[in-house]
């Protein structure tokens, strides 16, 4: 009889628990039975692994064979297993030498005539291991990924049998250096191309500064989208935790990591898409929309044309910056920091206070629109803006605008004030906000008195606070004043038109 165990990992959610891959050889009828909860693609591995040995000149055990991915209680997908139990066959058929494995950890897809494959989450699984002290092999195709987790000792190759003259110490692998982080070339749009607008530009930078959530409301072709797309382009790139945290999980989706590295993510669901896709879900409770936004912008165009039930799962990730998937077999939670930039029009033609064209909708339409979008959703967005149409002449202008770069400096100034204090103003606790805005007792009592008159909830009020800190830092001023307060409250123009519609 003999055994033989190898450490591989198996990709949870954005953990990467580790999984032995036991095997046992014993006299008996020759067969393989895989024990330890394996799905079907785990299962399937008996044929891909067998084709690949024997294509690679190794002889399968013909022999009974007990297949063991422990723990037995932890669900095991895909065809990362396919490498570590092609090597535990070889280590208990005395193929392979059994001593270099014990520090070792592999992960792989193999294909029939034993070339290596890649397999998604292979980042997660990287850090695991260099937390660990293991030395991790993984397929050529993904071992820059890997490259990016510190101190990690790497090993890759094309073929199972590179691995094999390896561990038997005839050709050794040489050890995968990190490379150069790549540069993102993708050109961001510039503040400079939109005209006009300048309550936009100034909320843009307001939220760009401070992380909050803004609504656009406006008639169509009024540059709502267009507005949206240059938000990426005030904000500062990523730090390297933070790209690591969106690397990982454009990994675990099966998306380049490497893609964009540095850049803050921006995405852009249909209005068609289900709940699921937005907050996460599947068979293997896979991140949705609002954890690939994570740390950059989720968009939401055409905000009432999305689903009431879709959006209302927006609410608990918009306040708490994570969202957990819960299914039959596991429960994943992931972050969800990201800022939430939405869109509408006022009405369903479009029109609605247009001064350019007129509504054709009845005030019961209007109102069945806008109901839409709950009280409660509509409480958590920082920012609600109306974007009037654009008169063909302010087109023709020769006027220069602003360009990002330069707002982004100020943003980029704002910033470093409230990093000071320990965490973007949207992102203050309510206990911290008086010590951050520091109103005195006739400013603390005016603000009270006029957002009751305006019916806004406590929340709101939160709110507005964050926001008049926001326009603060914005001024390179330590204290709130009441001009800031004003401001950030006339920022809520959706809030005061519906209170004063009630």
Not at 122 to 134: E, F, I, N, R, Y
Not at 171 to 197: I, R
Not at 351 to 359: A, N, Y
């Amino acid at each position: 009889m003999a055994l033989a165990i190898l450490q591989s990992r198996a990709g949870v959610g954005l953990t990467a628990p580790r999984v032995c891959v036991e095997v046992h050889l014993s006299n008996g009828l020759p067969g393989l039975c895989i024990v330890g909860l394996p799905e079907t693609t785990v299962k399937e591995s008996r044929e891909r692994v067998r084709s690949a040995l024997l294509t690679s000149g190794f002889e399968f055990p013909a022999r009974r064979i007990t297949l063991n991915l422990a723990p037995a209680d932890l669900p095991k997908q895909g065809g990362r297993f396919d490498l570590p139990i092609a090597l535990a066959l070889l280590t208990a058929s005395g193929q392979l030498d059994a001593e270099p494995l014990s520090q070792i950890e592999c992960l792989g897809e193999l294909a029939l005539d034993g070339h290596l494959r890649p397999v998604r989450g292979v980042l997660p699984a990287a850090m695991a291991a260099a937390k660990a002290g293991h030395t991790l092999i993984v397929p050529t195709s993904n071992a820059r990924e890997a490259a990016l987790a510190p101190d990690l000792t790497l090993l890759a190759a094309d073929h199972l049998r590179q691995i094999v003259d390896h561990l038997n110490r005839r050709h050794p692998l040489p050890t995968v250096m990190p490379q150069p982080l790549p540069l993102a070339t993708t050109e961001l749009p510039d503040m400079a191309d939109v005209h006009g607008q300048p309550l936009a530009r100034r909320a843009l930078e307001i939220a760009a500064a401070g992380g909050h959530h803004l609504l656009m409301i406006g008639p169509p072709g009024a540059g709502k989208t267009m507005l949206a797309s240059r938000l990426p382009g005030l904000l500062p790139p990523l730090d390297i935790h933070e790209a690591l945290e969106v690397a990982a999980l454009r990994s675990i989706s099966g998306q380049p990591p490497l893609q964009q590295w540095g850049q803050r993510p921006f995405r852009a669901p249909h209005h068609t898409t289900t709940q699921a896709a937005l907050l996460g879900g599947g068979n293997r409770a896979d991140p949705g929309e609002i954890s690939l936004a994570h740390r950059g912008i989720l968009f939401l165009d055409e905000l009432p044309e999305f689903e009431r039930r879709v959006l209302e799962v927006l609410r608990e990730p918009l306040e708490s910056g994570h969202v957990v998937v819960s299914r039959v077999a596991h429960t994943q939670r992931y972050p969800a920091r990201c800022q939430l930039v939405a869109a509408m029009n006022p009405c369903p033609c479009g029109h609605h206070g247009d001064s350019l064209q007129r509504c054709r909708c009845t005030p019961h339409q209007i109102s069945r629109y806008r109901h839409h979008i709950s009280g409660p959703l509509l409480d958590r967005i920082d920012l609600q803006i109306q974007v009037p149409a654009l008169p063909l002449s302010a087109m023709n202008t020769t006027r220069t605008n602003e360009p990002s770069a330069t707002i982004k400096e100020r943003v980029m100034a704002a910033r470093q004030r409230q990093q000071q204090r320990g965490a973007l103003n949207a992102q203050l606790a309510p206990r911290l906000i008086d010590d951050a805005c520091r109103l005195d007792t006739h400013q603390r009592q005016w603000a009270t008195d006029t957002m009751t008159r305006l019916k806004l909830s406590a929340r709101a009020y939160h709110r507005v606070l964050r926001v008049a800190r926001t326009l603060a830092d914005l001024a390179g001023q330590d204290q709130v004043t009441q001009a800031h307060i004003i401001e950030a409250i006339g920022l809520r123009q959706w809030d005061r038109q519906t209170a004063a519609h009630n």
